[in-house]
Nanobody, 122 residues
Framework: VQLQASGGGLVQPGGSLTLSCAAS????????MGWYRQAPGKQRELVAG???????NYADSVKGRFTISRDNAKNTVSLQMNSLEPEDTAVYYC?????????????????WGQGTLVTVSS
């Protein structure tokens, strides 16, 4: 299963940006999709996650500013980021975990997108 992320870029503090990620391959189902980020010199951290049923969770630092959503039919996940702060600058990675076809069988998968850079600066 492959993930393709897009939407990063340079934005001023207080601005908005939307990240998108599409999963492709022999997908049977995707249980959880999410966004992680890694700032320079820091560990990768969970930003937001969403289940197939629509349950969401957010890092405390982004609650009230970021909104995660997904389209189960299209196997896509988006992250709407508002009121961006310089501290949000990082490489953002999408992640998906679920079940895929493997020949005549099924197997679980966990895949990462390639990362997209978000820079918040004036």
């Amino acid at each position: 299963v492959q993930l393709q992320a897009s939407g990063g870029g340079l934005v001023q503090p207080g601005g908005s940006l939307t990240l998108s990620c599409a999963a492709s391959g022999s997908i049977i189902s995707i249980d959880v999709m999410g966004w992680y980020r890694q700032a320079p010199g820091k560990q990768r951290e969970l930003v937001a996650g969403i289940t197939s049923g629509g349950m969401t969770n957010y890092a405390d630092s982004v609650k009230g500013r970021f909104t995660i959503s997904r389209d189960n039919a299209k196997n896509t996940v988006s992250l709407q980021m508002n009121s961006l702060e310089p501290e949000d600058t990082a490489v953002y990675y999408c992640h998906a975990a679920g079940l895929s076809r493997w020949g005549e069988t099924k197997r679980g998968f966990g895949s990462w997108g390639q990362g997209t850079l978000v820079t918040v600066s004036s």
